[in-house]
């Protein structure tokens, strides 16, 4: 790899044991060596004409009546195959409904729509797999709920939607809408996560949870515990951010360097957690001991019994402090998305 500012080769041809195939495609942000890569392009046509259908991309849309069910989607996004590049829970205002479905503007039921797709939040998803747009619409089956109950009853629509309005989840209905719409909730000028900051806490999926498709599974356990996840997004930490979160760690613990690596290691997603007046502390003992070990032994219910591995790789950080949960929520829903 050749440095274009510094004009030298700063890494030669080498073992990685830290990326996998799936972490390679374009506009993936890696880290090697503590740089923090994006990947902008194939680099000859034999690599594109190989890589490219299994890299198709998608939009996916989990609407308001089906957040209540979205950990189970979003496992069962992964359960098929798809790879979740980016994901995101907005609120959108009615502007931002209408020129989502423009396509719709003048028919009988636009206004209808409008209602409903800003009756609340909304999770964006960007999915990609081999022929993303067609199999993603045959996963989520007819567009009328009731009609996939009887044409398609392990569909996504079937399982989760109502009718033709209330039916779940949406999916681009071909490669332009689906680089339309994309762009529309990813782009530079795409609608933001707004927390609430109030009696909140912060959930932090880490990267390797992510990578071996736990999410769904985490998100579902968070909810049935009676807990909201009042807004979520995706992130791809700088190493300097990183250190910057878990600094009142540093010299404190002696996981505090793994810690660290750990979080920009890959994709994580930044999640605020509400409840109720003592949520921080109510969360922070569903999370359970940061050994997983222990907390196999001691409380197995618990997020990091279920899902860690060890204590750095323990699936998931929590707010340790009920006075900094605003704080940590601030960091990533505030700093970072400015």
């Not at 409904?97 to 797709?117: N, S």
């Not at 009142?248 to 810690?259: A, N, P, T």
Request: with cysteine.
């Amino acid at each position: 790899m050749f440095d274009i500012q510094n004009k030298r080769v700063f890494l030669k041809r080498s073992k990685f044991e830290n990326l996998s195939i799936k972490d390679l495609y374009v506009g993936s942000i890696i880290n090697v060596h503590a740089r923090q890569l994006k990947l902008t392009d194939y680099a000859d046509q034999l690599t594109k004409n190989k890589l490219e259908k299994s890299r198709s991309r998608t939009f996916a849309m989990i609407k308001p009546e089906a957040l209540i069910h979205s950990g189970a989607i979003i496992s069962r996004i992964y359960e098929e195959n798809f790879l979740i590049c980016q994901i995101k829970k907005v609120q959108l205002t009615r502007a931002d409904a209408a020129i989502f479905y423009d396509e719709h503007k003048g028919k009988p039921f636009f206004g209808e729509l409008l209602d409903y797709l800003t009756s609340g939040p909304v999770i964006a998803l960007e999915l990609m797999g081999e022929d993303c747009v067609k199999k993603w619409r045959a996963c989520l089956g007819p567009t009328n709920s009731l009609k996939a109950k009887q044409d398609a009853p392990n569909s996504i629509r079937a399982i989760y939607g109502t009718d033709g309005t209330k039916n779940a989840c949406h999916g681009s209905d071909s490669p332009s809408s689906s680089a339309r719409e994309l762009e529309f909730f990813f782009g530079l000028n795409s609608p933001k996560p707004k927390a609430e900051f109030k009696n909140c806490t912060l959930c932090i999926v880490k990267p390797h949870a992510v990578a071996n498709n736990l999410l769904g599974n985490i998100l579902s356990a968070i909810q049935q515990e009676g807990f909201e996840l009042s807004t979520l997004q995706m992130y791809r930490l700088e190493k300097n951010d990183a250190e910057e979160f878990f600094e009142i760690y540093k010299g404190v613990v002696s996981e505090y360097c793994g810690m660290v690596d750990e979080l920009c290691s890959g994709n994580c997603v930044a999640i605020e957690i509400t409840k109720d007046e003592n949520t921080p502390t109510k969360f922070r003992e569903f999370v359970g001991p940061s050994d997983p070990e222990i907390a196999r032994h001691l409380r197995p219910h618990t997020l990091r019994a279920q899902f860690g591995v060890d204590k750095v790789k323990n699936a998931v950080h929590c707010t340790d402090l009920p006075d900094d949960g605003i704080l940590e929520v601030e960091y990533f829903f505030r700093i970072l998305n400015s």
